[in-house]
Each structure stands twice: as structure tokens, then as C-alpha cells.
């Protein structure tokens, strides 16, 4: 599909203030990155280079421990943008976690130069760039709070309830990557819920069986 102002502004209204010719030159073919699932856009240490306008797909943002677990730290989707690429840029600092895209993705990579003069100069690009700082670090702390004060399988059965439809296409994996953990603590959770009947396994899938079972374990204790 082109890309035409008109629908990188309806996506990214915090750009209007560009001028005509940068934004236009955003909207040339060759400007846009077209990225297949699992693409690695950064890394841990990696020097930033730019500012990601996300058009389509979706991105995931991880932390990798030294023993080498993972934990899903927030996703972007179009319209958003990455906030830990914005402190890098504004801290001259190299990335502390990892990105890659979680589906075919298309995107776009705002110069550092324009991204450091937008943030001195338009009040709504810097609006844009800190009311991301604020939703981020809200979700942030919510993670924290269920990773400090709610068990796995309290967390877990939460997060089966959060996807949509009653089947989920997902490895055990995926799961304790977005919850931090391991695939075999997952595994073994995963075990439990099916001989209480809440849900049933199959081959990188789990259906739904009781919501109301795992609501009732989700909820339990708080």
C-alpha cells in the first residue's frame, strides 16, 4: 500500500510540524523496511541509530538475564513507538534490551538528527514522546508488581485470559518468555491446569476450557 503524509500523520500526528520535504522524503519507497517475523532490529549494547515509526505489524521489546531467561517487557504497535529507543537517544546511550519484530512488520527509522531537533523545538512531538514515557513506565511497574506479589500460576492463568478467542496458538515457551520464567515451570503449570479440567494442551496450542476456573485462580489470595 503507499504511503502518502496523510497516513504517516494519521498514524504519527506529532509529525505536522516537519517540513513538507522531510516528510515526503519519509514516504518514498526506499525509506520503508519491510521485515519478516523474528527480524532483530536491536540488541543489548547496540549503538541507536534512529527513531522507529512503526506503519504495520507488531514488535516486541525483551530483557535477556545472564543465565540467559527472557522476560517481554511491552510490545509496539503501529501509531506507538519504542521508549527505551527514546532514552537512548536522548541519553546517548546504547540499548538496554532487545527488539524484534513478532510479526511481518513495516516501518519506518526517523533520523537521530531530526528526532533530537523535533524534541527541542515542536511541543507536540515532545508531548508525543513523553506521554510514551508515562504509559511505558505504567505498564512497567505493573509487570513488576505481578513478577513481586502474585504467583506463577496466578500470573499465568491471567495471561491465558488476556488472549483473545478460546484457543491460543502458542508455544510453552512464548508463554514463559512473556512471563519471565522458564518453558518447563510453564510446562509443568500448564500440566496442572489440564488435570483440573481448565484447559486441555495440544501441539502448540491450549483451548480454554473453564474461564471461569481460571478467573477464580487468577484472582485467588489478592
Known sequence: MELTPDRLLALYPSLASLPADQLAGLCRPEARMHLPAGTQLFAERQPCQGFPLLLEGSIKVVKTAASGREMLLYRVEPGESCIITSSCLLGHAPYTARGETETPATLLILPSGIFDRLVA???QFRDFVFHLFSERLAELMQLVEEVAFHRL???LAKLLLAKPGE???ATHQQLAEELGSVREIVSRLLKGFAAQGLVSL???QIAILDRSG???LAEASR
Open 153 to 155: 500460576d496466578q500470573r
Open 167 to 169: 484457543t491460543l496458538h
Open 202 to 204: 495440544g501441539r502448540e
Open 214 to 216: 481460571l478467573k477464580a
Open 121 to 123: 523545538e515542536q511541543a
